[in-house]
């Protein structure tokens, strides 16, 4: 191996552990046979000396790094210089690393309950001023609002400095807030604490127009004191994710330094940390530097041997210089950290017994040290739920202040958490592991998988700012070929990325998640993310890596913030002093109360009997109020009318949802209602922005309008849309908190059952699959809703290329009184097809969605009256190059359809084989909410034997047998229709005056819909876990 000083990106080689053996018990105690993961090279490792503790940690199948040079053949040792990384895919921060000298317990625990200034009950005095002095500084070493040439002018003028201070401040005005800081004294403080800024200017940042002398800096550890300067500034708060390293990180600010040295001096990168405190905390400080500059090794592709730690409070800069042993120890406590988090993705969904590996490390038991810890209350919970603690001989240090934490709870809350925390460890695992795909896989390997855009260029320049967001840098990308590849995946792109969507941008293939921003703008030719950095300090890097055109990846972030904030929320419910109320009725499940209303309350008059006795009911809850909405009942328009009786009630209200959308919905019925919109305004519809949160000048400001409106409105994103791992789903992870309380007190719930969105035949499938018949059309008209084709037999005749169209079985489905109808291609046959290894798709039902879409359009139906719904995201690329001109046509996922209706809609099942039906296909809930989004016509096509292996779907055939909705295709139907070249059957404006008129009688919805049931409904229907989020 090589040593540490001088690693690169491709000495390190990864490695999957096939074998271990025991060598001896002092020299050699532990060895690993190791496969290179990807090209088959097995090597021969021996861990010896300090490396034995991660030795302990091994085991066959775990992922390693190891940093080095190779000769074939050749056996192993670990001398001092090697260095072997332990599962590399858990990207641990340096912070976190930097302080397990004192206890390996918090960090891991801060990781797994990571919480915001919120959540703890407010920012503090501290936090605050220091991340906007770090601000002020990035902003001075930059010249931040110049234009950025590569080398940024720095500006430590007084005037620039007062400009950031106030600007900053006034970016900050929430955290201000929180901390209970006046605006003006923020300020004050702020440019006291920046006053040592110019003198750290003079002393050691190179003039830009001439050279002066080189100062002497702080290093404890050489004999003569370093004479350094700054000369130009890298990157400011760079987010540097190091798989090579298994770490990741915010770099305050990257610079390159130039140091007097014999016999000449030299110029490397380094990082610059700025510490607003003493240097009290030196070791952990330096720690932290060092780590980082392995990180920036990776990133820069150069050796960074030495970081610079700057104290603004006494004005010293120390050179941290990179040291053999002290880096070894650090990637040694790394190593037993990602350990523990590697093994609780293995972790049985149960609590913790003899037998299972500790999922964390033993408290350390020091009442001093423990009683001042910012992480004891979690530190204590999962003591309580999940450590194995055997009675001491002698009294624990930490009795008392266990007690203190814990005593409130019983058995079942520590076995509510426990149950709980390990199944959000499965899903989490589930989840990180698309994360790691950004550097485990190619982007076209990940483009191919629907999870990403690769091969893409970036054009360059920056556009004009948004203009809901001025702060925001905005940037195009095409494909590398030109527009036109991208064109040919237009329709699949809506369905992989959606506007407001959060992305990572990577460079191909080594610089991952060089930047985090939203999706702003998507089109046929290109891609438009708004970032919340400037993304030209790392086009240089990237350019100087790969050349002149670098090419980008932009990946989905399937994770966001992770299941840190989701685990903390659940975790409060328990610490001493938190929330008892929710605990009692979540956990403990007490009833909730509701008191009596008096005979008679105002309410609106326009509401059906239905809505009505909601409103009622949740006028009269002390608790809570559960409101079963079924598809098409008018949620919408219930809970804005709730909102507006609840406010002339003298009340305050907050609106919550899942989506934007969802929540802008309801908002814009709103309009008369004193309002405040949270979130970032380009997601919020335009209609609603006038709701948003106004700018202000100082903190009391901002207070005044944050606490004066009635109506708070925002997006609650506390549960991803899909439970993906097989063994969280089945432990109850997607059973919704209102499926839990509706199933334990049914008494709770009231319904929405008149729905005004689908005919009566529609209806039928989800009432009896789902609501077992409480289902009902709010009018005759609804329930007699048909599509009529005023051009059906022109488009039979057009579809036949000319020829007779008797005994057509495209004729049946056509036909207006069959509203709808399963297609069974057993007989066709359609079977699957797989691209790849993994992505399936159905080219048969491709073909004859094809074939439908075009027949409807010929017929008189407005193509932006038909969506086509599909489970699986393969099948939505074939189906957009079936469709490719019939772009006003929906292709859409069960959750995207989700809120959507259309007059026709026709369902792609796909699956079609031996391989089953999956998972996508046995969900219920988002079977149901593909099942009720037609109005007027629903077309199911698919392997009737496949499907039928679902219980769900084999229950859907007996109700589709006894009306006679099932239609056997003949063999090789998908080849006696053809859709005749031209534009007419591409153009969504084709339908005839008489569809459009009909289409416009399709009666408006007046009330809301939608969920479960009493407790009859509920039982043994996972599907409905989160019904009631369907806002459609």
């Not at 698919?942 to 063999?971: H, I, M, N, Y």
Request: with cysteine; aromatic share 4%.
């Amino acid at each position: 191996m090589v040593k540490a000083a001088t690693v690169r990106r491709a000495a390190a080689r990864r490695q999957v552990v096939l074998e271990l053996e025991e060598l001896g018990r002092h020299e050699l105690v532990d060895g690993q046979r190791a496969k290179g993961a990807g090209h088959g090279t097995r090597r021969q490792v021996v861990l010896r000396d300090e490396w034995l503790a991660t030795a302990e940690l091994v085991h066959v199948g775990d992922v390693v790094n190891l940093i080095g040079t190779w000769a074939a053949g050749e056996k192993h040792t670990t001398p001092a210089d090697n260095l072997l990384i332990l599962h590399p895919d858990v990207l641990l921060s340096a912070t976190a690393i930097s302080g397990t000298s004192t206890c390996t317990r918090k960090p891991l625990v801060q990781a797994l309950l990571r919480s915001s200034a919120a959540d703890d009950g407010g920012s503090t005095e501290a936090l605050v001023m220091g991340a906007m002095l770090h601000a002020v500084l990035q902003a001075c070493l930059t010249g931040q609002g110049l234009p950025w040439a590569g080398l940024p002018p720095t500006n430590f003028a007084r005037g620039f400095v007062e400009q950031q201070v106030h600007a900053h401040v006034a970016a900050h005005l929430e955290d201000i807030v929180g901390a209970g800081l006046e605006t003006g004294r923020a300020a004050q403080q702020l440019m006291e604490s920046a006053a040592p800024f110019g003198q750290f200017a003079q002393l050691y940042l190179a003039h830009p127009h001439g050279e002066i002398e080189v100062t002497i800096a702080c290093d404890t550890r050489c004999r003569v004191p370093p004479r350094v300067r700054v000369k130009r500034v890298l990157e400011v708060e760079e987010d540097i994710w190091s798989p090579m390293y298994g770490l990741k990180g915010f770099v305050d600010v990257s610079v390159e330094v130039e140091s007097l040295a014999t016999p000449a001096s030299y110029t490397s990168v380094m990082p610059l940390e700025l510490k607003t405190g003493r240097a009290f905390a030196m070791l952990e400080h330096r720690a932290q530097t060092m780590l980082y500059m392995l990180m920036m090794s990776e990133r820069y592709g150069v050796d960074c041997a030495a970081g610079l730690l700057y104290y603004s409070r006494t004005g010293e800069l120390h050179r941290v210089r990179r040291v053999r042993n002290e880096v070894r120890a650090l990637l040694i406590g790394r190593n037993e950290l990602a350990s523990y988090l590697a093994r609780r993705e293995d972790a049985p969904a149960l609590p913790a017994v003899e037998g299972i590996p500790a999922l964390l490390p033993r408290t350390i038991d020091d009442a001093r040290t423990c009683s001042r810890c910012f992480v004891v209350d979690g530190c204590m919970l999962y003591r309580r739920a999940e450590d194995i603690v055997e009675d001491p001989e002698a009294p624990s240090a930490i009795a008392d202040l266990y007690e203190r934490k814990t005593a409130h709870l019983s058995d079942k809350h520590a076995a509510f958490f426990a149950h709980w925390e390990r199944l959000l460890s499965l899903e989490e695992d589930d989840v990180v592991r698309f994360r790691r795909e950004l550097w485990t896989m190619t982007g076209a390997a990940r483009e191919h998988n629907g999870r990403a855009l690769a091969g893409m260029q970036l054009v360059e320049g920056e556009l004009a700012a948004t203009p809901t967001d001025a702060r925001r840098h905005v940037y195009r990308f095409v494909r590398a070929a030109g527009p036109a590849r991208l064109a040919d995946h237009a329709a699949a792109l809506s369905n992989l990325l959606q506007v407001g969507d959060t992305v990572i941008v990577s460079v191909e293939p080594a610089l991952p998640a060089l930047a985090a921003g939203t999706l702003v703008e998507l089109s046929s030719s290109a891609v438009t993310i708004a970032l919340k950095r400037a993304l030209d300090p790392a086009l240089a890097l990237a350019k100087a890596q790969n050349g002149a055109h670098p090419l980008f990846r932009i990946d989905r972030d399937d994770i966001g913030g992770g299941m840190a904030r989701i685990r903390n929320s659940v975790a409060r419910l328990f610490y001493a002093g938190g929330d008892a109320l929710r605990r009692e009725l979540v956990v403990d499940l007490r009833a909730p109360r509701f008191m009596e209303l008096p005979d008679y309350v105002p309410l609106p008059a326009h509401l059906n009997d239905d809505q009505r006795r909601a409103m009622r009911h949740v006028l009269s809850a002390r608790d809570y109020a559960l409101v079963v909405g079924m598809p098409g009942t008018g949620k919408t328009t219930t809970i804005a009318e709730l909102i507006q009786l609840l406010v002339r009630r003298g009340k305050t209200v907050l609106l919550a949802s899942y989506t934007h959308s969802a929540v802008d919905t309801i908002c814009r019925k709103l309009v008369d209602v004193d309002l405040l919109r949270l979130g970032s305004v380009e997601k919020i519809h335009p209609d609603v922005r006038a709701f948003a949160m106004p700018e202000s000048s100082t903190a009391e400001e901002l207070e005044a309008r944050m606490t004066t409106p009635t109506v708070v409105a925002t997006t609650c994103l506390s549960l991803p849309p899909l439970v993906r791992h097989a063994a969280a789903r089945a432990g109850g992870l997607d059973v919704s908190l209102f499926s839990r309380l509706a199933e334990a007190h049914p008494t709770s719930q009231v319904y929405l059952t008149r729905q005004y969105r689908m005919n009566a035949d529609v209806m039928a499938l989800s009432n009896e699959l789902v609501y077992d018949g409480r289902l009902r059309c709010g009018s005759d008209a609804v329930a007699d809703l048909r599509l009529e084709l005023p051009a059906r037999s022109a488009s039979l005749t057009a579809m036949h290329a000319g020829g007779a169209c008797t005994e057509c079985w495209l004729d049946r489905v056509l036909d207006p009184a069959c509203r709808v109808v399963f297609l069974d291609t057993d007989r066709v046959p359609g079977r699957e097809t797989r691209v790849g290894e993994s992505l399936v798709q159905n080219e048969v039902e491709g073909a004859l969605v094809a074939q439908l879409a075009a027949a409807l359009v010929l017929g008189g139906t407005s193509a932006s009256d038909i969506a086509v719904i599909t489970p699986l995201r393969q099948q939505i690329r074939l189906l957009a190059a079936k469709l490719h001109g019939n772009s006003a046509i929906e292709i859409l996922t069960a959750d995207r359809a989700q809120g959507r209706d259309k007059a026709v809609v026709i369902i792609s099942f796909v699956r079609s084989g031996e391989a089953g039906v999956g998972e996508l296909l046995s969900d219920a809930r988002r079977i149901n909410v593909a099942l009720t989004r037609a109005q007027r016509k629903l077309i199911l096509v698919g392997s009737r034997s496949t499907l039928a292996e679902a219980p769900l779907l084999r229950k859907l055939f007996g109700v589709l047998d006894a009306r006679g909705w099932c239609q056997t295709l003949p063999p090789d139907a998908h080849r006696t229709h053809h859709a005749p070249p031209g534009d007419e059957n591409t153009r969504p404006a084709s339908a005839s005056p008489q569809a459009k008129a009909a289409l416009k009688r399709t009666p408006r919805r007046s009330a809301p819909a939608h969920t479960a049931g009493a407790r009859a409904i509920l039982k043994d229907r996972p599907l409905l876990r989160d019904l009631v989020n369907d806002l459609a």
